[in-house]
């Protein structure tokens, strides 16, 4: 059964980058139908598409970050990364990794990461 | 600001059929089927419908439909375990992104 797991360092100082890795276990991580996406969550707040990275290294964005953002994949690990350089309180969010077939069908449980002095 | 509008509540008793609706646009509803979202207690999303199509182990009083620019999720037979936050999202062709709503909250009266 695949599962995905995020991890991060938690807090951040604003205008730093926030670095978050994505764990895949249980599957094909390297099948050529997947894309490997990030979302987030403010608290009380709806669900943002952050990007996507296919396992050949093509990725794309949401223009909304006005390109902070950057993805990265590493399939001998099956892992797959995240940076958003420049970070302001705004970035505060519940961070989830998802794989995308169809539509993004299984996510991690999410990582809380917090922008603060 | 949401690219997709969805109620921000509604609500039904036990046993009630409700139905919630997205509404988007040409680039988005319109082209795309539409995915939809159950997040209970802020856990993670899971997906509860595609399209017409339930993911394995949804029960079949989830129901959806589109027309034109505006998808809708049934829920026929509401239960107690239904309570929770629903998001709508598709594909949008103009933005390459996809998009999501602002959510509903149903609350199981």
């Known amino acids: 059964q695949v599962q995905l797991q995020e991890s991060g360092p938690g807090l ?34 709806g669900l943002e598409w952050i990007g996507r990275i296919s396992t050949t290294g093509r990725s794309s964005y949401n223009p909304s970050l006005k390109s902070r953002a950057s993805m990265s994949i590493d399939t ?9 350089t420049s970070v302001t309180v705004a970035d505060t969010a519940t961070y989830y990794c998802a794989r995308v077939e169809d539509f993004p069908d299984l996510w991690g449980q999410g990582a809380l990461l917090s922008v603060s002095s | 600001q949401s690219a997709l509008t969805q109620e921000a509540s509604v609500s039904g008793t036990v046993g009630q059929k409700v139905t919630l ?9 319109a082209r795309y089927p539409v995915v939809w979202y159950q997040q209970i207690s802020h ?19 989830f129901s959806g439909s ?7 999720l049934t829920v026929s037979g509401l239960q107690p375990e239904d309570e929770a936050d629903y998001y709508c999202s598709t594909w949008d062709f ?8 602002g959510g509903t909250r149903l609350t199981v009266l």
Not at chain 2, 66 to 71: D, E, P
Request: net charge positive; aromatic share 10%.
């Open chain 2, 94 to 101: 103009s933005l390459s992104i996809w998009v999501f709503g």
């Open chain 1, 76 to 84: 001998s690990k099956n892992q797959f990364s995240l940076q958003l």
């Open chain 2, 43 to 61: 856990g993670a999303p899971k997906a509860v419908l595609f399209g017409n199509s339930l993911p394995s182990g949804i029960p079949p009083r």
């Open chain 2, 66 to 72: 589109r027309s034109g620019t505006t998808a809708s």
């Open chain 1, 12 to 45: 951040v100082k604003p205008s730093q980058t926030l670095s978050l890795t994505c764990t895949v276990s249980g599957g094909s991580f390297s099948s050529g139908s997947y894309y490997w996406s990030w979302i987030r969550q403010p608290a009380g707040k």
């Open chain 2, 21 to 29: 609706s997205c509404t988007g646009n040409s680039n988005n509803i």
